[in-house]
């Protein structure tokens, strides 16, 4: 007697699908299962009735000579082949993936028309019938495909016969395929459709009776219909064929979601999931979970809400037709009911339910690269499971725990993998030793790690190798003192020393300042922080100090002929440079140097770029912008210099003035402006005679140029402070602002001195101060105040 073959047609990742083949194998009881999927998986595929392996999974398979060529296979709860490979497993029966092996497939993909000798301008046949589904809907008078299959299977319970469903989908299937698919699409249909069979007659030579096959449902007319053996060997030979390996990967319903990958696309999983885990009262059950939901996020949702929402969807569905309240149905009652009307709240039932955040687990014996298998040994050890939902994760780098997971996370970002992204603590603290981390698990990482996985065995081994060949590959100088930092950040000793000779190299053949400017801050602040992770940056010393030398010697004239965009661009360098060699080598502290005084000798890396700094701002332009520093930076390098106290504010107010003279040019003086007050304002605040220089100026400028000026000048002031602007705007509304008449003017008739006195002993206090008799150095124009005796409120 022949073997009997059953063909179930289905829709992936359809539960209603799912419910109909569980039917249909309890009633057919075969002894073998055939499922439409890469047969590479016949070795592992009884690793799905292990009791770690938990769905959404998926089926990943690489070409091993090419990882980045890679094909995912993904399987949720509620997908008819993962409930035919749990039957098959659970009651012991032989199962096997029938589709084209991946070997083919990634060869395949590398002709124009997907088929060897095949062309890809899509002249040889019709054009593809698309998506069947959307077919049979609109053949149903149906606009809505989705809607219709939910109506016609998916809200269908099995009946008596387990079977007629599968036929009802054959029998449209074939009437849909009578025109065929024809092109690139329709040739590779082929291609699988034969190696489909081939399958099933190897099954049936092997002795099986009852023989089930689980596939798409367009599939089951060309598998019905059997032509000859050597018809379809004929199609299959000369196939070409690249190395592959599979394994298992952990999915996301979030990736079920995305228009990519096998089988992939489906709008609703958590909902799809819902459906097929709740057979009964599948409408009630959610409702209840969209309460419990929102509940957690502080909406206020009663018993009472849940009942009139249900009601609301199943009369919905009456009202439209429907045998069942679907998703359209249950979304529209959670908005009106229980959202009050709010898109919000109705984006995170979406979000949450609709979608949803579940991740799967494989176990551990799952075939898997040696660098996958170092990778979960420290996720375990270091306590850092994967997960689909991101969340925020604090390190304090002072516990050795928390110092292990970020050289973890940043070796990870080495080798391409941004399972953790840095970010900024909602604490606020500055502190070096102290991160924020962004976790967020994608399961197109295990095709990273299988990328990576030929630079070592094990993630510190892998990061090291990448980051000497990152160094060999770096265009820039700037790009090597970052790896440098992202090498001390991951605690990469062993990559430290290549990296550094490719450094040292490049630094001394680099003559660019732009370039070295760009390259000393990752250096310095690698120098500077890294001491809190135990790391050894004692060779970057040398380099680091040689660069900051050598950007002080070449900055003026690098400096010289600039236009505005350069001019912009070499603004930003001297502000890092001189963030970087404050952190290199800090300044002398004490008092500022008195007005025009020069410092004493300086050897120090501070100490040549302040005689940089002062180079560059006493080189006024004298045949015009291209013979001269542009008023930006030399405005930029005076404010350097007096907030580190290497410059008197009366050299300052000196240099001011000199600058805003009508003999000066007005928009050489708005640049000088801007370059001066960038970065705070409050010092014209304190200083009335900068104050008055600079409304002199701009009531002296005519008014043409004025208009010209404008648009700087705006630029410039809106980047101050709110309460600087506000104040210099309420200084100029009392009157002129040249010498102290104004800031006597300020200062309103009726202060109460008493009340003022009373907190100037806890500013004292606050600002670590001594406590003299009188308050030292009142603003211009404004009377001593006595110091009272400290009371009890101190």
């Known amino acids: 007697m022949g073997a009997e073959v059953t063909l179930l047609g289905v829709r992936h990742h359809g539960p209603g699908s799912a419910r109909a083949v569980a039917a249909a194998l309890a009633q057919l009881r075969p002894d073998a299962v055939l499922i439409e999927g890469p047969p590479e998986a016949d070795t592992i595929v009884a690793l799905a009735g292990d009791k770690d392996m938990k769905p959404p999974v998926a089926l990943l398979a690489h070409v091993v000579d090419d990882p980045a060529k890679a094909a995912f296979w993904p399987f949720a709860v509620f997908s008819p082949e993962w409930v035919a490979v749990r039957y098959a497993v659970d009651h012991d029966v032989p199962v096997r993936f029938v589709d084209l092996p991946a070997a083919h497939t990634f060869a395949l993909a590398d002709h124009p028309s997907g088929v060897p000798g095949g062309t890809s301008d899509?002249?040889?046949?019709?054009?593809?019938?698309?998506?069947?589904?959307?077919?049979?809907?609109?053949?149903?008078?149906?606009?809505?495909?989705?809607?219709?299959?939910?109506?016609?299977?998916?809200?269908?319970?099995?009946?008596?016969?387990?079977?007629?469903?599968?036929?009802?989908?054959?029998?449209?299937?074939?009437?849909?395929?009578?025109?065929?698919?024809?092109?690139?699409?329709?040739?590779?249909?082929?291609?699988?459709?034969?190696?489909?069979?081939?399958?099933?007659?190897?099954a049936r030579r092997a002795g099986h009776q009852r023989i089930a096959v689980v596939c798409g449902a367009w599939h089951v007319p060309a598998l019905r219909t059997m032509p000859t053996a050597a018809h379809d060997r004929a199609l299959l030979t000369g196939l070409p064929r690249l190395r592959t390996e599979i394994t298992w990967v952990p999915w996301t319903h979030r990736r079920l979601s995305q228009h990519t990958g096998y089988g992939a696309g489906i709008d609703s999983?958590?909902?799809?999931?819902?459906?097929?885990?709740?057979?009964?009262?599948?409408?009630?059950?959610?409702?209840?979970?969209?309460?419990?939901?929102?509940?957690?996020?502080?909406?206020?949702?009663?018993?009472a809400h849940v009942i009139e929402a249900v009601r609301l969807a199943e009369t919905l569905a009456v009202m439209r037709g429907r045998p069942l309240a679907g998703l359209g149905e249950t979304l529209d009652a959670v908005r009106s009911v229980l959202c009050d009307g709010s898109d919000v709240a109705l984006a995170l039932v979406h979000e949450r339910l609709v979608v949803g955040d579940a991740l799967g687990e494989v176990p551990d014996d799952a075939p898997a690269v040696p660098l996958q298998r170092d990778l979960a040994r420290l996720q375990r050890s270091l306590r850092l499971k994967p997960e689909a939902a991101g969340r925020e994760l604090v390190l304090d780098l002072r516990k050795d725990l928390d110092a292990s997971r970020s050289r973890l996370l940043h070796r990870l970002r080495l080798l391409g993998i941004g399972w953790g992204e840095?970010?900024?603590?909602?604490?606020?603290?500055?502190?070096?030793?102290?991160?924020?981390?962004?976790?967020?698990?994608?399961?197109?990482?295990?095709?990273?790690?299988?990328?990576?996985?030929?630079?070592?065995?094990?993630?510190?081994?892998?990061?090291?190798?990448?980051?000497?060949?990152?160094?060999?590959?770096?265009?820039?100088?700037?790009d090597l003192t970052r790896l440098v930092e992202q090498c001390l950040l991951a605690g990469l000793t062993g990559a430290l020393p290549s990296v550094m000779r490719v450094l040292a190299d490049r630094a001394a053949l680099d003559t660019d300042v732009a370039h070295l400017a760009a390259a000393l801050p990752p250096l310095v602040r690698a120098l500077r922080y890294g001491d809190v992770r135990s790391t050894d940056g004692r060779a970057l010393d040398g380099v680091a100090h040689a660069l900051a030398e050598r950007i002080s010697i070449g900055l003026p004239p690098a400096c010289t002929g600039l236009d505005a965009d350069g001019a912009a661009a070499m603004r930003a360098h001297l502000d890092a440079v001189h963030t970087a060699v404050g952190l290199l080598a800090p300044g002398?502290?004490?008092?500022?140097?008195?007005?025009?005084?020069?410092?004493?000798?300086?050897?120090?890396?501070?100490?040549?770029?302040?005689?940089?700094?002062?180079?560059?701002?006493?080189?006024?332009?004298?045949?015009?912008?291209?013979?001269?520093v542009p008023g930006l930076l030399r405005g930029r390098a005076v404010r350097l210099l007096l907030d580190d106290g290497r410059l008197g504010s009366d050299e300052a107010g000196r240099r001011m003035g000199l600058v805003l003279s009508p003999a000066g040019a007005p928009a050489d003086a708005a640049g000088w402006i801007e370059g001066f007050l960038t970065g705070g304002g409050a010092l014209l605040l304190h200083d009335a005679r900068l104050l008055g220089l600079l409304d002199d100026w701009l009531t002296g400028v005519p008014g043409d140029t004025l208009v010209d000026l404008l648009p700087m000048l705006r630029r410039t002031f809106s980047?101050?402070?709110?309460?600087?602007?506000?104040?210099?705007?309420?200084?100029?509304a009392a009157g002129p602002l040249g010498g102290g008449a104004a800031l006597v003017a300020a200062v309103p008739d009726d202060l109460d001195e008493a009340r003022a006195d009373a907190a100037l002993p806890v500013l004292a206090l606050l600002?670590?101060?001594p406590a003299p008799d009188t308050v030292?150095?009142?603003?211009?124009?404004?009377?001593?105040?006595?110091?009272?005796?400290?009371?009890?409120?101190?």
């Open 269 to 303: 999983p958590g909902w799809y999931h819902h459906l097929f885990t709740s057979p009964d009262r599948p409408v009630t059950r959610w409702m209840t979970g969209v309460a419990e939901l929102l509940r957690a996020e502080d909406h206020p949702v009663s018993s």
């Open 588 to 628: 002398p502290s004490g008092a500022p140097a008195p007005s025009g005084a020069a410092d004493a000798p300086d050897d120090s890396a501070a100490g040549r770029w302040a005689g940089a700094l002062r180079s560059l701002a006493s080189r006024e332009p004298s045949g015009g912008p291209a013979t001269g």
């Open 422 to 478: 840095p970010g900024r603590t909602t604490t606020g603290s500055t502190g070096t030793f102290r991160e924020t981390w962004q976790l967020h698990w994608e399961p197109e990482y295990a095709v990273r790690v299988v990328e990576a996985a030929h630079w070592g065995t094990t993630v510190e081994d892998a990061a090291c190798a990448r980051a000497a060949r990152a160094a060999v590959d770096a265009a820039e100088l700037a």
């Open 767 to 769: 600002l670590g101060l």
């Open 719 to 732: 980047g101050l402070e709110a309460g600087v602007r506000r104040t210099i705007g309420e200084r100029a």
């Open 776 to 794: 030292p150095g009142p603003p211009v124009g404004l009377p001593r105040i006595p110091r009272q005796p400290q009371g009890r409120n101190t």
């Open 122 to 202: 899509g002249e040889d046949g019709p054009e593809p019938l698309g998506d069947p589904i959307a077919a049979l809907a609109r053949a149903a008078g149906h606009d809505d495909p989705e809607r219709w299959w939910e109506d016609v299977v998916e809200h269908r319970a099995p009946g008596d016969d387990a079977l007629a469903p599968f036929a009802a989908v054959a029998e449209a299937m074939t009437a849909l395929r009578e025109d065929g698919a024809a092109g690139p699409a329709g040739r590779r249909d082929e291609l699988r459709e034969a190696y489909m069979r081939q399958q099933i007659r190897a």
